[in-house]
Nanobody, 117 residues
C-alpha cells in the first residue's frame, strides 16, 4: 500500500511564502511523475506543477515564476516552494504520484493553503 504524507500548508499574507512537502512510502515503490494539484471552493481540481523522475518540470501559467517544484528521489519526496503568494492561490493542495509499471496514481490527503489580502 502506498501512503502519502503532506505537510507545510497554512495561513500566510499576500506576498508571503510557503513550502509544501509530500513524502511517499510503500513496499517496492518506484515513482515516475510527482505533482501538486489544487482545488479551490467551487472550482475543479487543477494541476499546479509536476516533475518527472528525470527532473523535467511543468507549471500552470498562473504560478510560473512564483512556484518551484523539486523532488528528492532517494526520499520519494516532492516539494513545492511557493513565493509571492496571492489570495487566488488559496486552495487545498494535493500531491499525486504515479507508480512505475502499474501507472497507478496515488493522492495525498490534501493540505490547506490560505492567502489573506
Amino acid at each position: 500500500q502506498v501512503q502519502l504524507v503532506e505537510s507545510g500548508g497554512g495561513l500566510v499574507q499576500a506576498g508571503g511564502s510557503l513550502r509544501l512537502s509530500c513524502a511517499a512510502s510503500g513496499s517496492f515503490l518506484v515513482i515516475t511523475t510527482m505533482g501538486w494539484y489544487r482545488q479551490a471552493p467551487g472550482k475543479q481540481r487543477e494541476l499546479v506543477a509536476d516533475i518527472t523522475s528525470g527532473g523535467i518540470t511543468n507549471y500552470v501559467d498562473s504560478v510560473k515564476g512564483r512556484f518551484t517544484i523539486s523532488r528528492d528521489n532517494a526520499k520519494n519526496t516532492v516539494y513545492l516552494q511557493m513565493n509571492s503568494l496571492k489570495p487566488e492561490d488559496t486552495a487545498v493542495y494535493y500531491c499525486k504520484v504515479r507508480a512505475f509499471l502499474s501507472n497507478n496514481d496515488y493522492w495525498g490527503q490534501g493540505t490547506q493553503v490560505t492567502v489573506s489580502s
